[in-house]
C-alpha cells in the first residue's frame, strides 16, 4: 500500500504568517485529500486535490486560506495563510488506495499558532 | 449528508479485557466503512476495511462487524492491552461514496 511521508511534523508559528505543509507519496494517486483536526475534534476534509485542476473546497474553506498544489501524481502542498490561533489544529493528507483497500493518512503536522 | 456517532465518547479498562467500541452512520448506501487508531497527537493507522458485502472482517485481536441496514458497525478489541490505548474513528465514506467522513472517535485507556 502507498507511503506518505508528510512534513513538517510540526511546528510553531507566529500569528500572519503562512505555512506550507508538504505530502510526498511513494506511488502515483489519482485523488489526494486534506483534512483538518482541531483541538478535541474530529477529522474535517478540507479539499480534494487532483493533479492538473484546482482543488475543489468544502464549505466553509476557502482558497485564500487554504492554498493547495498538485504538481503530479505523487505530491502535494496545503498551505495555511496568515495565520491565527484558531488555525492550531493537526493537518492531515491522505490518499484512497488504487488497488481498494482503502484510504492512507500522513502522520499529521501538528501547527500551533502563537 | 453522512453524520457519524460513535458511542461510548471514552473508556478504561483493565488490562486482558475484551471490549466493543460501537459506531453508527446515516446513510447507509456506502460501497466500505474504515477502522482507524489514532495515537495522540499523531496520523491514522489504518485497522481494518470492511467491503459492503462482507459481514466483518478480523485482523489479530480485532474484529470489525458491519450492518449496512441499520448503519452499524462494531469494532472488537479482544485481550487488550496497554499499547491499545489510542482513540478508535470509524469513517465510512459521504454521500456518493465521497471521501471519508469521521465521527468523534472513541478514547481507549488499557490500564496495566
Known amino acids: 500500500s502507498a507511503v506518505i511521508s508528510q512534513k513538517p511534523s510540526r511546528d510553531i508559528c507566529q500569528r500572519g504568517t503562512s505555512l506550507t505543509i508538504q505530502c510526498q507519496v511513494d506511488?502515483?494517486?489519482?485523488?489526494m485529500f486534506w483534512y483538518r483536526q482541531q483541538p478535541g475534534q474530529s477529522l474535517t476534509l478540507i479539499a480534494t486535490?487532483?493533479?492538473?485542476?484546482?482543488?475543489?473546497?468544502e464549505s466553509g474553506f476557502v482558497i485564500d486560506k487554504f492554498p493547495i498544489s498538485r504538481p503530479n501524481l505523487t505530491f502535494s502542498t496545503l498551505t495555511v495563510s496568515n495565520m491565527s490561533p484558531e488555525d492550531s489544529s493537526i493537518y492531515l493528507c491522505?490518499?484512497?488506495?488504487?488497488?481498494?483497500?482503502?484510504?492512507?493518512f500522513g502522520s499529521g503536522t501538528r501547527l500551533t499558532v502563537v | 449528508k453522512q453524520e457519524v456517532t460513535q458511542i461510548p465518547a471514552a473508556l478504561s479498562v483493565p488490562e486482558g479485557e475484551n471490549l466493543v467500541l460501537n459506531c453508527s452512520f446515516t446513510?447507509?448506501?456506502?460501497?466500505?466503512l474504515q477502522w482507524f487508531r489514532q495515537d495522540p497527537g499523531k496520523g491514522l493507522t489504518s485497522l481494518l476495511l470492511?467491503?459492503?458485502?462482507?459481514r466483518e472482517q478480523t485482523s489479530g485481536r480485532l474484529n470489525a462487524s458491519l450492518d449496512k441496514s441499520s448503519g452499524r458497525s462494531t469494532l472488537y478489541i479482544a485481550a487488550s492491552q496497554p499499547g491499545d490505548s489510542a482513540t478508535y474513528l470509524c469513517?465510512?465514506?459521504?454521500?456518493?461514496?465521497?471521501?471519508?467522513?469521521f465521527g468523534k472517535g472513541t478514547r481507549l485507556s488499557v490500564i496495566a
Open positions: 469513517a465510512p465514506p459521504g454521500p456518493g461514496n465521497t471521501p471519508l467522513v
Open positions: 446513510d447507509s448506501a456506502i460501497y466500505n
Open positions: 506511488s502515483q494517486v489519482t485523488m
Open positions: 486535490a487532483n493533479q492538473g485542476s484546482e482543488a475543489t473546497y
Open positions: 491522505s490518499v484512497i488506495q488504487e488497488d481498494g483497500s482503502g484510504y492512507t
Open positions: 470492511i467491503q459492503s458485502s462482507q
